[in-house]
């Protein structure tokens, strides 16, 4: 079975922190997807990113960085010098390699940055 | 411009009444599914179509009725639905293959 965990349920820091969202995951495929969506309080999922697991390489794009370790099953996302519009709730996911794969979502991390 | 857009945004019906949601996409996709996200809860999938096939069916109520006329559109018909239905729907579509979904902004449904 397939599972993604997301042990905080809600996190606050002050605006210019750094701070990391932590997401566990467990699958028996030996190739999937993970994925990072931002929801803001408009409501749309808005996509952040995917690695395959076949790539353990940590990826930066700005302020965002993620972490993956396939050795953990972890993919942690960390955001740096937090703004308050990075305030959203933050879900990942996990997915197998097939057409049309089901995602499975984890029941996301609500991030509040205060000014 | 937003490559999934989802009409109404909100909407409030009674138990009896009969509504459809509407999703559309622009991003030439092939696939396109339907979540259900309720308070405090992980999104569900409720249904998702694959080159306008019906692949999964995530055992849902009857009174959900999903309807893909072609690629680019999705519907949710509802029918007596019950006050534990109200939620935040969700559409998303994606290519086939790579499953990066990019989801409109959702219609917020609640049953009275």
């Known amino acids: 079975a397939q599972k993604v965990t997301q042990a905080q349920t809600e996190i606050s820091v002050v605006e210019k922190e750094d701070v990391t969202l932590d997401c566990v995951y467990e699958t028996r495929d030996t190739t999937y997807y993970l994925f990072w969506y931002k929801q803001p309080p408009s409501g749309e999922l808005v996509f952040l990113i995917r690695r395959n697991s076949f790539d353990e390489q940590n990826e930066i794009s700005g302020r965002y960085s993620w972490n993956f370790q396939k050795s953990t099953s972890s993919f942690n996302f960390t955001i740096t010098a937090s703004q308050v519009v990075d305030s959203a709730v933050y879900f990942c996911a996990l997915s197998g390699m097939i057409q049309g794969g089901k995602l499975i979502f984890g029941q996301g991390t609500e991030l509040s940055v205060k000014p | 411009e937003t490559g999934v857009t989802q009409t109404p945004r909100h909407l409030v019906m009674g138990m009896t009444n009969k509504k459809s949601l509407k999703c559309e996409q622009h991003l030439g996709h092939n696939a396109m599914y339907w979540y259900k996200q309720s308070a405090k809860k992980p999104l569900e999938l409720m249904f998702v179509?694959?080159?306008?096939?019906?692949?999964e069916n995530n055992s849902v109520p009857s009174r959900f009725s999903p309807e893909c006329p072609n690629s680019s559109h999705l519907f949710l018909h509802l029918h007596t639905l019950q006050p534990e239905d109200s939620a935040l729907y969700l559409c998303?579509?994606?290519?086939?293959?790579?499953?990066?979904?990019?989801f409109g902004p959702g219609t917020r449904l609640t049953v009275l």
């Open positions: 998303a579509s994606s290519q086939v293959v790579n499953n990066e979904q990019f």
């Open positions: 179509y694959s080159l306008e096939e019906r692949v």
